[in-house]
């Protein structure tokens, strides 16, 4: 029984379902699964029945992006069919700028201004005694071998105690140091190049004004801090013609109204401070007892005696205590020891 004619038909049937015609054939991109449909829109059949007009035209380009899936070559795989999806033809725009291109070194930029094409150089190289290829550099390199052979040629006017192997060992050490040195310079050229090309300048844009504006960044921080060096702190120091004023630091105020928690905070951690200052260490420091502490107990003491002293604090102290506020009570003349008369409690006087 030959049913080709009942597949033919068949085939055609379904080719005639897939196929949508529009006047300008939207652009189809397997690779991102998208479909772009340039086709103007009909205002009429948009404005009366919207949504049908949207399902319609969504249908019709899902079918088309689904008709170019089945297109594709599939291959078969434990888990079924599937097919690869082609190299998309959108070209999206890039998420981040391009990368810039690394500063020449010294060398690079010397040969690109000579003409100078060079190779790099493989990390082995062949030796003729061994026949065999050997590391040019590092453990058994071939920089080595002048140093690692056993027969030295020595000049004739070299002295006694004339070491080749060691000659050699100290100049390769010498080369490593000077191409170690150029390699910092370079990344160091690299990096002001990099400033400069990237920076913000305020004075200049050629070449050299990134350098140009941070020596002069530099010369104005050495000058602010010539100009308060003096034994004044610059208070007395002549102004020069066209001098700015300094400017001082800033003081930071905390905020007027301020919630209910953070005050409530900052009231506990003060007297958490208070608390441990009272209680405090027994080890006192020679510049004032105040250091890292909310209350500088030494000033206070100044301040309550007068500058007295602790002792005559204590004395005062006492004296208030026993004799009332004012200090009243029996009073003993003591002698004419300067031509003034000094009068002491009796209790404190010693007979």
Do not use: C
Not at 21 to 41: H, M, Q, R
Not at 83 to 109: G, S, V
Not at 180 to 186: A, D, G, M, T, V
């Amino acid at each position: 029984m030959d049913v080709s004619d009942i597949l033919a038909s068949q085939a055609s049937k379904n080719k005639s379902i897939l196929v949508v015609e529009k006047d300008i054939p939207p652009d189809v991109d397997a690779g991102f699964l998208t479909v772009t449909d340039l086709n103007v829109i009909d205002k009429e059949s948009y404005d009366h029945e919207r949504e049908t007009y949207l399902q319609s035209t969504a249908r019709d380009s899902v079918q088309l992006l689904l008709s170019s899936l089945f297109s594709l070559p599939t291959l078969s795989s434990p888990e079924g069919p599937f097919a690869q999806l082609p190299t998309p033809t959108t070209q999206l725009p890039r998420a981040k700028p391009l990368p810039k291109p690394k500063p020449l070194t010294k060398w690079e930029r010397f040969a690109r201004a000579k003409g100078i094409h060079s190779q790099k150089r493989d990390k082995k190289v062949w030796d003729e005694e061994r026949q065999a290829w050997v590391p040019r550099w590092g453990w058994k390199g071939k920089n080595k071998e002048e140093e690692a052979q056993w027969l030295h040629e020595v000049p004739a006017n070299a002295d006694a105690d004339y070491d080749p192997a060691k000659d050699a060992r100290v100049a390769r050490k010498a080369r490593a140091k000077q191409n170690e040195r150029q390699h910092l310079q370079n990344l160091a050229r690299g990096a002001r190049h990099q400033l400069t090309a990237t920076a913000n300048y305020v004075v200049g844009t050629g070449v050299g004004a990134g350098m140009q504006t941070e020596r002069k960044k530099e010369i104005d921080r050495t000058l602010a801090t010539t100009r308060v060096s003096t034994a004044s702190m610059g208070k007395f120091n002549r102004a020069l013609e066209g001098e700015k004023k300094l400017r001082g630091v800033k003081r930071k105020f905390d905020p007027i109204e301020r919630s209910v928690e953070t005050e409530k905070s900052a009231s506990l951690a003060l007297i958490k401070k208070l608390g441990n200052d009272v209680r405090g260490s027994s080890k006192f420091k020679k510049d004032g007892d105040g250091d890292g502490k909310v209350l500088n107990v030494r000033k206070a003491v100044r301040f309550a005696s007068g500058g007295r002293g602790a002792v005559s604090l204590a004395l005062k102290t006492t004296t208030a205590t026993q004799y009332g506020s004012d200090g009243k009570g029996k009073r003993k003349m003591q002698g004419k020891g300067n031509g003034r008369l000094r009068w002491l409690p009796t209790e404190l006087y010693t007979h």
